[in-house]
């Protein structure tokens, strides 16, 4: 299949591309490269020893995105554009909600001109919100975001899904994510936040490395085994293998389908800078600070239906996560700027 990567030259969309293209499935990507670099789409080539197709072009730029689709013979779009800053959006909401909402609906309506019927969001477990008990099913309804960055991802998936059901040929499958990690294991594609990293791996690899003094961790009075908060930690090529599974699923299926990907294993932080330690050698200075606001004790997934319907589940574990976002930040201590030493 000649899948269409929306936003495919970042962190997530980079890793599926290569799984993609191992899979003996084609490429094409957009992006602005405001969250990533070109860089990225020739590390994607050298590892698949493949031309990578590569535009970059603006997501909301309707025209831009209706002369791709229309040069290529798209079977389905993957849909990785967007903002993701949970703290930015709260500061820029307005910009979150134009970025996010617009790319979705332009990419629908191109699909609905170029006769391209299936699509797979990148969705987020941040769309089960506050109230719903852990482990989260997907039969939960979606519940109220903390922030704009969340609730983005929940009007998404409704115009997703309303999209569907007015259009009995749309496949929409929304894939739930819980907290991606690692790396590729070549070392040659990671994860590089711009300016100080928002989330929790990035922050301990680059102390690591020694781009930082020491992590902050955020609260340590939580009620959790050690007082620390507990996430459902993914590595991203196992998110990666999802994708596979999961435009192979659409091109079959019709309707709105929702999967969660994770392992249904939680970790706190003090595991997850303990595990970093014992896989690199090095130690992660840190130290307690008050709780981030809008975080939440502890959620993980239900990780039975991706595993029972797309026959997917994780196979890598913390350790296998630890080493490879070591080994992609120490080969690339200032990210893609400095290409591999
Ligand atoms: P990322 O920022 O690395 O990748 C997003 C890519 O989209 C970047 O390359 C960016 O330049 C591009 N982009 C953004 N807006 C664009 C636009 N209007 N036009 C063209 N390109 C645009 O983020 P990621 O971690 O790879 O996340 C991919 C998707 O998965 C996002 O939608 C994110 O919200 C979602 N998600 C991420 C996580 C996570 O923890 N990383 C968790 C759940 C969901
Ligand atoms: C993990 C844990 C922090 C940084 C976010 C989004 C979510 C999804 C994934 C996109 C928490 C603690 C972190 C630090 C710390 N993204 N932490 N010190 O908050 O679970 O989820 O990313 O959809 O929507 O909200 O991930 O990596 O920010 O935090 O102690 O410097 O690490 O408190 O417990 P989070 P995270």
Redesign the pocket.
């Known amino acids: 299949m000649l899948v269409f990567l ?9 890793h599926t591309a290569v799984e993609l293209q191992n899979s003996g499935h084609d490429i094409v990507i ?7 670099s070109p860089e ?1 789409i020739k590390r994607i080539s050298e590892l698949t020893h493949r031309d990578v197709a590569a535009y970059e ?5 309707k025209a831009a995105m209706l002369r791709i689709m229309t040069a290529h013979r798209i079977d389905c779009v993957m ?6 800053a949970v703290g930015e959006s709260v500061k820029k909401p307005l910009a979150y909600y134009r ?2 909402i ?2 979705t609906l332009t990419l629908l309506e191109c699909m609905q001109k170029c006769d391209i019927h299936s699509i797979v ?6 769309v089960y919100g506050e109230e719903n008990p852990y482990p989260y099913v997907e039969t939960m309804p979606r519940g109220r975001c903390s922030n704009p ?1 969340g609730w ?2 929940s009007m998404m998936e409704q115009i997703l899904e309303d999209a569907a059901r007015a259009d009995p040929r749309l496949s929409v499958v929304l894939l ?5 990690i690692g790396a590729h294991q070549s070392g040659l594609l990671g ?3 711009q300016g100080v990293p928002n ?1 929790l791996m990035p922050y301990v690899a680059q102390v690591a490395v020694g781009r930082r003094d020491h992590l902050t961790i955020f609260g340590h009075d939580y009620p959790t085994p050690d007082g620390t908060c507990r996430r459902d930690y993914i590595h991203v090529m196992d998110l990666a293998a999802g994708h596979v599974r999961a435009v192979e699923y659409a091109a079959e299926h019709k309707g709105t389908a929702v999967f969660n990907l994770g392992t249904g294993m939680p970790y706190s932080v003090l595991d997850i800078v303990t595990a970093f330690e014992r896989n690199s050698g090095v130690r992660v200075r840190y130290e307690f600070g008050p709780r981030r606001e809008g975080d939440l004790p502890e959620f993980w997934a239900d990780a039975d239906k991706a595993r029972k319907i797309l026959g997917w589940s994780a196979s890598r574990n913390l350790d296998d996560m630890c080493r490879d976002s070591w080994n992609w930040q120490k080969r690339n201590p200032a990210g893609y700027k400095t290409g591999c030493l």
Not at 79 to 84: E, N, P, Q, Y
């Open positions: 929306a936003g495919g030259a970042g962190y997530i969309g980079s957009a992006d602005n490269y405001s969250n990533s990225v072009a603006d997501v909301c730029d849909h990785f554009a967007g903002l993701k970025n996010n617009d790319a969001f990148s969705s987020s477990a941040t960055y983005t991802k739930r994510y819980f907290n991606p994860e590089d936040p989330n």
